[in-house]
């Protein structure tokens, strides 16, 4: 006799989609979203490799533009369906299911990186038909997840339609955009404009992030996790890139540059997580969620920084081991350049949902920009490059010290007076 549920119990298993309550206390991100976070952040950590190989070639231009395009899709996808989650996550078995496919989605993504990669390294027309198969496989879930949502609640039907109208137009413009061959001007021309449709589908359909019930604190809570795993990977890629510096499964061969370059992995992945968790981005959007938008698109850069970095970190690994075509200043650079992305991004996040720009902020910025330029300086004029990784490692903890030395003061008084405006 079979134990198995019969399709009128599965029924009953299925928790109606009605919407999250955005007030609810203690919400946390659910296991799969952990999970779903890891296998984004393996799509991450291959685009970081593939970028960082390339610029080692002495490819830099072209390794740039099949990265920003790599992350800005991993970003948007996972962008999407968090902030689903965040307003409409039943976590029942239907909801697991759905899920599962947009994870087998991001597979399919990770295994087209390399096509994509070494199709712009070449100059012809680039190969994104199995990024373009994973990308759609994410998305169509996705949709299928709003179709459950305009059906029962009915509150958020209009909302959920035009979501699935916008997503799927979007998406049949990628596939033409993958399986038609086409001149590369025209190949940049369309990623334009398709990326510019994906960032204004929340527009088109909700009038930004404000016609869903989504929670702030768990938003900034999935946003700080994805941030940590994303980080992560920057120290994997640190300690892969240091192997064979170490003298490889023997370890028998140290050198002060190797160490060098652990010290600032370690020490430079630490300071960026120190200042991410600075800023209360929970509370800031509760007091101003209008601005959900500008926090959860603003983040595709601070993602692409963060990778960038890792990707820097693995480029000087290559560079010491001789396995480069780059110059000392160029290395360097390609570390320099993200980290004060990174910054930028974060500052400008914080300060434009505080409503109050920090004259300290901008110092902050400024010597920070000049460790970072002191960095690149010393390394064209030759001096030891484990001072410029010092420099840079320095960085984040200008604004690190400036912070426990009573920067926090200021955030304190701005909390207070955006919680007595609300």
């Not at 033409?176 to 960032?199: D, K, Q, S």
């Not at 850069?301 to 000392?328: K, N, P, R, T, Y």
């Amino acid at each position: 006799m079979s134990n198995a549920p019969s399709p009128s119990e599965l029924r009953r298993r299925l928790t109606p989609m009605r919407g999250r309550d955005p007030q609810e206390g203690e919400r946390a991100s659910t296991p799969l979203e952990l999970l779903f976070d890891l296998i984004f952040v393996v799509a991450v950590g291959t685009s970081a490799s593939r970028f960082a190989e390339m610029a080692a070639e002495g490819h830099i231009a072209k390794g740039v533009l099949a990265f920003l395009f790599a992350m800005f899709a991993i970003c948007v996808a996972w962008i999407s369906f968090s902030w689903f989650a965040s307003s409409f996550d039943t976590d029942d078995w239907l909801y697991r299911l759905l899920t599962m496919l947009t994870m087998v989605g991001v597979v399919v993504f990770a295994l087209g990186l390399a096509p994509m990669f070494h199709s712009v390294d070449e100059g012809r027309h680039v190969d994104t038909r199995m990024m373009v198969i994973g990308y759609v496989v994410m998305r169509v879930p996705l949709a299928a997840q709003w179709w459950r949502a305009a059906r029962q609640a009915p509150e958020y039907r209009l909302v959920a339609l035009r979501n699935i109208r916008w997503m799927l137009i979007v998406q049949a413009g990628w596939v033409v955009f993958g399986f038609v061959p086409m001149p590369l001007w025209l190949t940049a021309a369309i990623v334009v404009f398709l990326g510019g449709c994906e960032l204004l589908i929340p527009v088109l359909a909700q009038g930004g992030a404000n016609g869903t019930p989504w929670h702030p604190h768990h938003i900034a809570e999935r946003y700080s996790l994805l941030a940590i795993i994303t980080l992560g990977e920057g120290i994997v890629g640190t300690i892969g890139s240091s192997q064979e510096l170490l003298g490889g499964a023997a370890g028998d061969q140290w050198s002060w540059n190797a160490v060098a370059v652990v010290i600032t992995g370690i020490g430079l992945t630490f300071g960026m997580w120190w200042v991410y968790f600075m800023m209360p981005f929970g509370t800031l959007l509760q007091h101003r969620p209008t601005y959900g938008y500008l926090f959860g698109y603003g983040h595709v850069l601070v993602f692409i920084a963060i990778a960038g970095v890792g990707a820097g970190l693995h480029i000087l690994g290559l560079f010491l081991e001789h396995d480069s075509h780059l110059g000392q200043a160029a290395a360097v650079l390609l570390l320099t350049v993200p980290v004060a992305v990174y910054f930028g991004a974060v500052y400008s996040l914080h300060d434009v949902l505080i409503g109050r720009l920090d004259p300290l902020h901008l110092v902050n910025l400024v010597i920070t920009a000049a460790l970072l330029v002191g960095a690149v300086v010393l390394a064209a004029l030759g001096a030891p490059i484990s001072i410029s990784l010092f420099l840079t490692m320095a960085a984040p903890f200008v604004t690190i010290i400036a912070y426990e030395a009573g920067a926090h003061r200021w955030q304190t008084e701005q909390l207070e007076r955006l919680a007595a405006d609300s």
